[in-house]
């Protein structure tokens, strides 16, 4: 069975990117994977404090509830990624996680290791973002940072779903069409693995 970690960046549980990713999720597990969920708002993680305590065994030195989610990473096949946009980035809650994650950068980069402890390969990612703004540019950073965060972490970023003009909590069940891209998403993503 295919493992993947689904890891909700908005600090509202209702949200428009929440919604997206449990229809991609859904749409996962309808094709047979395995699917741990991972609400980043609930959960207690520090920001990096670049101390590089993990510059020895590319832990992170820093006790917290990373540790769980670092683990899931380690041994998952795909990873999904949701955030909505704030000032042309990632909310706070997703760029904690990514910047704790320099821990896995520094096992692969300075050690030499796969982040994959478990020799995973073909690894493959999903982003989904929504933004309240009709912005031209309004993902392209985001883009970037996802991307390199994704190599970090051994894993391509295999498709981006980003929405435009969502921007009150609700606002993507008026277009059903997105939901069932989501889903289709999350099956297909299987499929690839």
């Given at each position: ?81 949701a955030s909505p946009i704030f000032f042309y980035s990632v909310s706070a809650h997703t760029k904690i996680l990514m910047d704790r994650c320099q821990s896995l950068w520094v096992r692969k980069h300075w ?83």
């Amino acid at each position: 069975m295919k493992k993947v970690v689904a890891i909700y960046g908005s600090p509202r549980r209702e949200g428009n990117t929440a919604l997206l990713l449990q229809e991609a999720v859904r749409g996962a597990r309808e094709a047979g994977a395995e699917v741990e969920e991972v609400v980043l708002r609930d959960l207690k993680m520090s920001p990096c404090l670049e101390i590089y305590g993990c510059k020895n065994s590319g832990r992170c030195a820093i006790q917290d509830d990373f540790q769980k989610v670092y683990e899931s990473l380690l041994t998952s096949q795909a990873v999904m990624l949701a955030s909505p946009i704030f000032f042309y980035s990632v909310s706070a809650h997703t760029k904690i996680l990514m910047d704790r994650c320099q821990s896995l950068w520094v096992r692969k980069h300075w050690l030499k290791e796969t982040s994959s402890g478990q020799g995973l390969s073909g690894r493959k990612g999903l982003f989904i973002s929504v933004g309240a703004t009709r912005g031209k540019k309004l993902f392209d950073g985001t883009l970037l940072t996802v991307r390199y965060y994704f190599e970090a972490i051994d894993c391509e970023l295999w498709k981006s779903l980003l929405y435009r003009e969502l921007d009150l909590e609700g606002d993507v069940l008026e277009h059903p069409e997105y939901l069932e891209e989501a889903h289709q998403a999350g099956s297909d993503l299987i499929r690839t693995l």
